[in-house]
């Protein structure tokens, strides 16, 4: 058993088959010339061997390496990177299987924000009418916290959309520093859902720590290789065409524990990266393939996930921008470059730049759900709860995103026109021109049953004059939050408060 | 084996199954007989009129409507019942005058969107709905002028009149056949309700219509309080 996702069975084709060729030509002219910038002489070496060229030359007070990486050492990498990767859930009905190759869609959470945001509802009077009272949601922003991101796992946990967790708040408490923040993410994850959990590691030492908590969750190291629970995110790039040290430390340690890893590169168009599509995809491409390339050769065959998050910079602020067409054309584009080379992919939408919930969320929102899922890529992360981009988290919008994704998966459907849905269409409207009133209506009872019509808007509210989406998700967070919370058994967590150290007593629930 | 035949219009009526070509809702059920003829077959057997009527398709019906207010059900099955039991009131309404026991349908609805207008979709749906809560509905179509409308209500007698328009431009038409009603003398003897998109309570009110009905259900139990209550 594992989550279904959704399928979306004809991936739309942004460029021809040439244009995907003179991309992959162009990223690879580019890895030579001007090449790459390496700050991990552990990386510069593992490409040395393989026949890439480094010169070495300082920046600043660092070392640093340019490496020409040529296409002979890309595509020993190709060959052996594997197309399907398993990742693996504390409940195995929510393992994902991903295929490079294939058309199943998984939607997930992150970004780690910095802000929770609160929904208050409070009533309010108006001046003018004193007797016309109103209820209107107050918004409360503040840091958030690790038991925030507990109750953020808890709701992932029900959101049916919601295919894997990545941790997505920023665990701010007086008590969490670099030494114990990793351990308290992760662990606040787990105990909270039993889908997949995803992750960046802020503090490379804790790596072992994390892993650990993982084994002792899937049942020891071998078994978490075959289910592992936990996969990690490595920014390995800088943008453009830079390795950094620690990052690029930590992918080629993952790579070696065999655990899947996102390489993730989030140039900016306009600012870290050429704001027009050739320019942008050529070089984000590249940056990814580099990844791909440190990961497979410190350990060949381990699981690579292929993450290009190309964003346009915000002209006024050279802020990130993500619900915009470019962002749409460079995502898009990039999975289908991931889809040519055979790497799962991981790709981004829902995320836009108001910093509340409402017209401007859901306008810039819908704008990368419609469209870049089709693209088939394996992973759409960022889905549920973002706003201000990707720093503020309201679990009030991560309900109504998991409603909105659920609309926006009607529109990947094939079109359902062979011959016999013709044969059978032209039977019954022969039937209904037949009939006194000509209505074609009991034969929508079908579709309607199987879930194949778009149903209404559930937080459509009763008013005529005031619009409640906000207070009718305000109403289904709390219900949400009120069920039982999915713990990881009692012995689990012993064991890890055991073996783990600087894990926060609070977060135990058994405690 | 008349309970089992009664049992049999119920499950058809919750299926939406006029006659045995239809497929129903769960399974397809294509060939077997459905409400038409399991109402045929229960008149040929001697089945009580009023038992089918009132234990199968009225019970049927109820149920149907429950299932929509618990939200199990919605608008195409709603419809797919009452065309069901439509088509089978057809089939029992030559028994119920003069069948032993039997009873004369609810009341007869003169239904007709007025003059200028082409729209009928909802007066459509007023229609079936009213037919399978077991009205007697004269359709009488589109564009139909006022004097032709007084005419029909005399001609058959009817008890209510369902106006419909969805231009703003025909509304003042529905006022047009009140007048007339009231020309005609008959004013008093029937009832009156309007509906369509721009009509509301207050045109109602204005043009001195009985009721408005804001949908086909609002239109359905309007005309049951007009024939329970008889009154505004």
């Known amino acids: 058993m594992s989550r279904e996702g959704v399928i979306v069975r004809n991936p739309y084709k942004r460029l021809s088959a040439e244009q995907i060729e003179r991309v992959n030509k162009t990223s690879l002219e580019l890895l030579q010339k001007p090449g790459v910038l390496f700050f991990n002489e552990e990386a510069v070496e593992l490409l040395a061997k393989a026949g890439a060229k480094a010169t070495k030359t300082t920046e600043g007070e660092s070392d640093a390496w340019w490496v020409s990486i040529p296409p002979s050492v890309v595509q020993q990498a190709l060959e052996t990177v594997p197309s399907q990767i398993v990742l693996g859930a504390r409940n195995e009905e929510n393992i994902l299987q991903l295929d490079a190759k294939g058309y199943r869609v998984h939607f997930g959470s992150g970004s780690e924000t910095n802000i929770w945001l609160d929904v208050k509802p409070e009533q309010f009077v108006s001046e003018e009418d004193p007797k016309n009272h109103r209820v209107f949601s107050s918004i409360v922003r503040r840091r958030g916290t690790a038991a925030d991101l507990c109750r953020s796992a808890h709701l992932a946990e029900q959101m049916e959309n919601l295919d894997f967790f990545l941790r997505n708040v920023n665990i701010q408490d007086p008590d969490i520093d670099e030494t114990n923040k990793d351990v308290n993410k992760f662990f606040a994850s787990f105990n909270n859902t039993t889908k997949h959990i995803m992750g960046g590691l802020t503090d490379f030492r804790q790596l072992d720590n994390v892993v650990r908590m993982a084994e002792i969750i899937a049942g020891g190291r071998e078994k978490l290789q075959q289910n592992p629970v936990i996969s990690f995110i490595t920014s390995v790039i800088k943008s453009p065409l830079q390795v950094v040290e620690e990052t690029a430390e930590k992918l080629i340690a993952v790579a070696r524990m065999k655990l899947p890893v996102v390489i993730s590169s989030s140039p900016q168009g306009g600012s870290t990266a050429p704001i027009d599509e050739a320019g942008m995809v050529a070089q984000v491409n590249a940056e990814v393939l580099t990844g791909v390339v440190i990961n497979q050769l410190a350990q060949p065959g381990a699981p690579v996930i292929y993450g290009a998050v190309p964003v346009r910079a915000r002209m006024d602020d050279l802020h990130d921008m993500y619900g915009v067409p470019e962002f749409c054309f460079y995502t898009t584009s990039v999975a289908q470059m991931a889809r040519h080379y055979g790497v799962p992919c991981y790709s981004t939408a829902g995320v836009g730049d108001s910093k509340v919930p409402g017209m401007q969320a859901a306008a810039e929102k819908m704008f990368t759900h419609a469209t870049v899922p089709r693209a088939a890529p394996d992973l759409v992360h960022y889905s549920f709860g973002l706003l201000e981009k990707t720093n503020t988290f309201c679990p009030e919008q991560a309900v109504l995103d998991n409603h909105h994704i659920g609309m926006a998966k009607f529109l990947y459907q094939e079109p359902a026109v062979g011959e016999e849905d013709l044969q059978k269409a032209a039977e019954v409207i022969n039937e209904v021109m037949g009939t006194p009133h000509r209505l074609y209506a009991r034969y929508a009872r079908k579709m309607l049953r199987r879930g194949e019509i778009f149903p209404n808007y559930p937080f459509e509210g009763e008013l005529e004059d005031q619009d409640e989406t906000l207070l009718k998700a305000h109403e289904k967070v709390q219900e949400m939050l009120s069920r039982p919370y999915n713990h990881l058994p009692r012995e689990v967590c012993r064991e890890i408060y055991d073996s783990v150290p600087g894990l926060l007593p609070r977060l135990n629930p058994y405690e | ?232």
């Not at chain 2, 199954?17 to 399974?27: A, F, M, Q, S, T």
């Not at chain 2, 359709?139 to 106006?163: C, F, H, S, W, Y």
């Not at chain 2, 804001?214 to 239109?219: I, L, Q, V």
């Open chain 2, 1 to 232: 084996m008349s309970e089992d035949l009664i049992s049999q219009i119920i499950e058809n009526v919750l299926q939406g199954r006029r006659n045995k070509n239809d497929e129903g809702l769960d399974d397809d059920l294509t060939g077997q007989p459905g409400v038409v003829e399991l109402v045929e077959e229960g008149l040929q057997q001697g089945v009580d009129v009023e038992k089918i009527l009132v234990d199968g398709l009225s019970h049927g019906m109820n149920l149907v409507g429950e299932k929509y207010e618990k939200g199990e059900y919605f608008i195409p099955d709603m419809l797919a019942a009452a065309e069901a039991v439509g088509e089978a009131m057809e089939v029992l309404e030559p028994h119920l005058a003069s069948g032993e026991g039997a009873r004369e349908s609810k009341a007869k609805v003169v239904m007709a969107t007025v003059e200028k207008d082409q729209h009928d979709i909802g007066k459509n749906l007023v229609c079936i709905m009213l037919r399978g809560a077991g009205f007697s509905v004269v359709d009488m179509g589109v564009n139909v002028p006022a004097p032709r409308i007084i005419e029909t209500m005399k001609e058959e007698n009817a008890q209510i009149l369902g106006l419909s328009a969805l231009l703003d431009t025909t509304m003042p038409f529905m006022a047009q056949t009140i007048e007339e009603l009231e020309k005609e003398g008959i004013r008093d003897k029937v009832k009156v309700m309007i509906g369509g998109a721009p009509t509301s309570e207050e045109f109602a009110r204005e043009i001195g219509a009985d009721a408005h009905g804001k949908d086909a259900f609002a239109a359905v139990k309007i005309a049951e309080k007009m024939t329970t209550e008889g009154g505004r």
